[in-house]
Nanobody, 117 residues
Framework: QVQLVESGGGLVQPGGSLRLSCAAS????????MGWYRQAPGKQRELVAS?????????ADSVKGRFTISRDNAKNTVTVYLQMNSLRPEDTAVYYC?????????WGQGTQVTVSS
């Protein structure tokens, strides 16, 4: 089993920045692909950014140039970050951390990000 705990969400004004963190523990190792997804009210969950065990990143078009995903691999733990700059009201959503490896797929409980003046 893998446990994912997100933190760093909150209320921010348009144009502001937030940094989300996801601490992964349990039977986690560096080969796991990690990602951030988000779900706004009334919408489907969508991929925001992902990073492979080797550090290859992928971003949704809507966040390219504004968000940066990174990871820190340690023994028996992985921490993944999402630096979010130039935030817009349309970035408002619950952000979920995800860990994948082969058929294994784990989710965090989510953290709310609200962009509003």
């Amino acid at each position: 089993q893998v446990q994912l705990v997100e933190s760093g969400g909150g209320l921010v004004q348009p144009g502001g920045s937030l940094r989300l963190s996801c601490a992964a523990s349990g039977r986690i190792f560096s080969s796991y692909g990690m990602g951030w997804y988000r779900q706004a009210p009334g919408k489907q969950r969508e991929l925001v950014a992902s990073i492979t065990g080797g550090g290859i990143t992928n971003y949704a078009d809507s966040v390219k140039g504004r968000f940066t995903i990174s990871r820190d691999n340690a023994k028996n733990t992985v921490t993944v970050y999402l630096q979010m700059n130039s935030l817009r009201p349309e970035d408002t959503a619950v952000y979920y951390c995800n860990a994948k490896w082969t058929i294994l797929n784990y989710w965090g409980q989510g953290t709310q990000v609200t962009v509003s003046s």
